[in-house]
T-cell receptor, first 113, second 117 residues
């Protein structure tokens, strides 16, 4: 799996958009970008994934650069409940890619009132 | 709909005792995973079930650990002769596999916090 690099921590004001960057310069053509988060004392939560097109769901938007070497997760109107560690993961599709989800250090996002 | 559920939410056991942890995946999800997470650490993969295929047990740390999945749904993780180093949060996840070329997002349960005294 391609290695990802994220800033260790970020702060954002409540109500503002939180933009979390991720570098994955060694990503391969068949690898998806996934984002998960883990709120304190809870299990990890899937947020969104994408291949090359920008994606949006009820939780967030995912912007992937044209060269696919980096991406940004956007929480459009951050709330205090969005305080969590956010993990960017690059995984190949297919049966083999379904296994052994591995989190790096992630970005600890703190939403301030 | 209902998410992944796990029971018990907390388990305190004495060293040397056996424990069973239960996972109910999301209905219709064919893939099921067990992980554990020690305090402040990342996820450690334990075992993976996919449909009727033989499970991938490559992450089980010792032969004291075993898991089964009955009827392609509920799974039980069993730890025999527990040791203090087994203390961790045990997480279960399920995945809606849709075919060999589909991306697989994993949906996690709340975990079981195991404390071995």
């Amino acid at each position: 799996d391609a290695k990802t690099t994220q800033p260790p921590s970020m702060d954002c004001a409540e109500g503002r958009a939180a933009n979390l960057p991720c570098n994955h310069s060694t990503i391969s053509g068949n690898e998806y970008v996934y984002w998960y988060r883990q709120i304190h004392s809870q299990g990890p939560q899937y947020i969104i994934h994408g291949l090359k097109n920008n994606e949006t769901n009820e939780m967030a938007s995912l912007i992937i650069t044209e060269d696919r070497k980096s991406s940004t997760l956007i929480l459009p109107h951050a709330t205090l409940r969005d305080t969590a560690v956010y993990y960017c993961i690059v995984r190949a599709r297919g049966i083999q890619g379904a296994q052994k989800l591995v989190f790096g250090q992630g970005t600890r996002l703190t939403i301030n009132p | 709909g209902a998410g992944v559920s796990q029971s018990p939410s907390n388990k305190v056991t004495e060293k040397g005792k056996d424990v069973e942890l239960r996972c109910d995946p999301i209905s219709g999800h064919t893939a099921l995973y067990w992980y554990r997470q020690s305090l402040g650490q990342g996820l450690e993969f334990l075992i993976y079930f996919q449909g009727n295929s033989a499970p991938d047990k490559s992450g089980l740390p010792s032969d004291r650990f075993s898991a089964e999945r009955t009827g392609g749904s509920v799974s039980t993780l069993t730890i025999q002769r527990t040791q203090q180093e087994d203390s961790a949060v045990y997480l279960c996840a399920s995945s809606p596999t849709r075919g060999p070329r589909s991306p697989y997002e994993q949906y996690f349960g709340p975990g079981t916090r195991l404390t071995v005294t």
